[in-house]
């Protein structure tokens, strides 16, 4: 098993080389090419180079709209609804983040919810567009079903995540983006492939039952919420996936709950909806960037229980495998994602990723 | 071990005598009871009369101020900071709600924050004063430090609670009002008191290991965010705790973190920060509470694991508490509550909870 080095600025040509082949426009690519390549940068290689197939298939099979450009259907000083008019995510969500960014340098806040929309990669991407202009960034988007509520045993919630980033002094911020499952389905496939129990508390069986049996959760049961049981406080968790299902299906008269469409199941468009929220702290007491400096010290300089697990904060890890790529100088990949990735290329007419003559041991 | 049944009117009176009498102005004697009844109409009877003598006690020793209103310190037509004057906490807080629903009504969205406010009561309480105008409202809190962060041995984070109510049709509602820690510290206390032990992802000891035992968890221990330990997702709850944070302590340039004075230690003023949000859906698609009665009908439709423990949505447990009061005819306090309450009513002066004839069995 080795991993091959793949300079970031290859793996933004080979995406958008592979969406324009099949008809996306140039800069609908660039836009979906750079929210894959942060997701493989921060570490989250299951919302990168990774499902670019899926969408190269969305277009492919006219299920995802290659013409056109948002438009806002609403708005005022400091919201606006927009209807993706069925574009890929990125393209909705850079509009959407863009126009909510726009509305906070004038009245403190953008609030913006978007119709119409599709898969738009890590939440986080949008939520960091708002650190540019020192300002707080917030995502949202529903998903298809994985996650059982609380006392049920049928999915009808998205992994439904959440983000928020703020900006502290020097570059540093903190960045949460997380589901408000307990984990993501891919952690779950990963056990299930090893051969490898799961944590009590990530899923439950067909009946609704916590289950340490990845086996059953990908067999008629499903992701529960964080919090896990009902006794742990999974109701909690439930209740935050419901909140992100309000600020976006809800909200924005997209589809929400069990009527967005099976994962994985492309037979219809996925019309999600998805939230975007700019603050600008200027607007409220000065000195912010001071404060979360100071708030982020504290958690950091706490003296860990483990002393090799020090205390992090929301974003450290993706910070440090940011770092890890810039030291070896691109982003490593498992060999047969990159081989697959050829095979998509060589289907679709374009060149194969390159270089790829780095190869190092995993 | 019985019950006493007291009307909410007589609660209400009761708490506004007590607070008079040690010179609280009335109408902010008013504020607090409603918040504090509420409270125990909910069935949250750690955030309703048994917390009084809390706030009786903050004003008799001055630490909170009596005279005065909050104010505004910076405005824009979407947000606003308030300075709070270090008046009780729902005189802050629904001067801030009222403000964060009017701009609402002006353009989509209210965000609110203050500084210099105390203990509110329940964040649910604000949230749902946006319901009463059709609207969505939040509210989110920072507390003294009780929480562990993840892979800590040390409270650095309050229970950092934060409230989502959104409307749906004919007055049903979805009402998410949680802590971000696992459990309230009540929970953990009345399981040291009944000798029981707590389940694992509530709390940790003094070395920053999950415990099942409450005494550790009191005991140099603390409580540690929803999900639990790193494995099944803690990070994500603190995660959570740390973003209440930055929306209260942080924005509003309030205490925040260890910096908040500890857990019911009054040597100083509390400084809390708070954060209050207004959203009209009508200034995003049509039809927002036909959906959310829809979101709400697929949950609660959904057959349970257990068929005696139906699937709720958030808001539920709170309705069959109102609806279980309404039906007795007041709210039932533990005896020792009634009697304790009474010797407090004696302390300052005023004539003790009546009526109190009728003890039912617990």
């Known amino acids: 098993m080795s991993r091959c080095l793949i300079s970031q600025k290859e793996v933004q040509s080979f995406i958008e080389r592979c969406m324009v082949a099949v008809g996306t426009k140039q800069h609908h690519a660039r836009s979906l ?8 940068h921060r570490g989250h290689y299951s919302h990168g180079l ?8 969305d277009i492919q099979t ?13 708005e005022s000083p400091a919201t606006a609804l927009v209807n993706g008019k069925n ?5 909705v969500g850079n509009f959407c983040m863009d126009l909510a960014i726009k509305k906070a340098k004038e009245v403190g806040i953008g609030w913006v919810v978007a119709h119409g929309s599709n898969h738009y990669g890590i939440a986080g991407y949008y939520a960091m567009q708002a650190l540019k202009e020192n300002m707080i960034g917030m995502s949202f988007t529903n998903t298809s079903p994985l996650v059982v509520p609380t006392r ?10 959440l983000s928020v980033a703020a900006p502290s002094k020097d570059g540093d911020s ?49 992701l529960v919420p964080i919090g896990g049981s009902e006794a742990t406080g999974g109701y909690k968790g439930y209740g935050l996936g419901m909140m992100v299902e309000v600020f976006c299906g809800i909200l924005a008269g997209a589809k929400y709950s069990n009527h967005v469409r099976t994962w994985k199941v492309t037979d219809r468009v996925a019309d999600l909806g998805q939230c975007f929220v700019a603050i600008n702290p200027e607007n409220f007491a000065p000195g912010f960037t001071t404060r979360m400096a100071d708030l982020l010290a504290i958690q950091r300089g706490l003296e860990p229980a483990d002393p090799d697990a020090p205390v992090l904060t929301a974003g450290d890890p993706e910070r440090a495998n940011i770092a890890k790529c810039e030291k070896l100088g691109g982003i490593s990949y498992h060999i047969n994602v990159v081989n697959y990735m050829n095979e998509c290329a060589k289907r679709v007419g374009v060149s194969p990723l390159l270089p790829c003559d780095k190869i190092i041991p995993e």
Chains 1, 2 share one sequence.
């Not at 090419?33 to 997701?39: C, H, I, K, R």
């Not at 574009?87 to 393209?91: D, E, H, M, Y």
């Not at 049920?152 to 995540?161: A, D, R, S």
């Open 87 to 91: 574009l890929l995510g990125p393209v």
């Open 174 to 222: 903190f960045v949460l983006d997380m589901a408000t499952s307990a984990v993501a389905l891919g952690k779950v496939e990963l056990h299930e492939r090893r051969g490898d129990s799961i944590p009590e508390g990530w899923g439950c069986d067909a009946h609704g039952k916590i289950t340490a049996d990845p086996k059953q959760v990908l067999n008629g049961g499903g």
């Open 62 to 74: 006219g299920i995802c709209a290659k013409d056109g450009e948002p438009v806002i259907d609403k």
């Open 33 to 40: 090419a750079e929210v894959l390549v942060e997701g493989d």
């Open 152 to 161: 049920g045993k049928e999915c009808t919630l998205g992994t439904n995540p």
């Open 50 to 57: 990774n499902r670019m197939d899926m969408y190269v298939k």
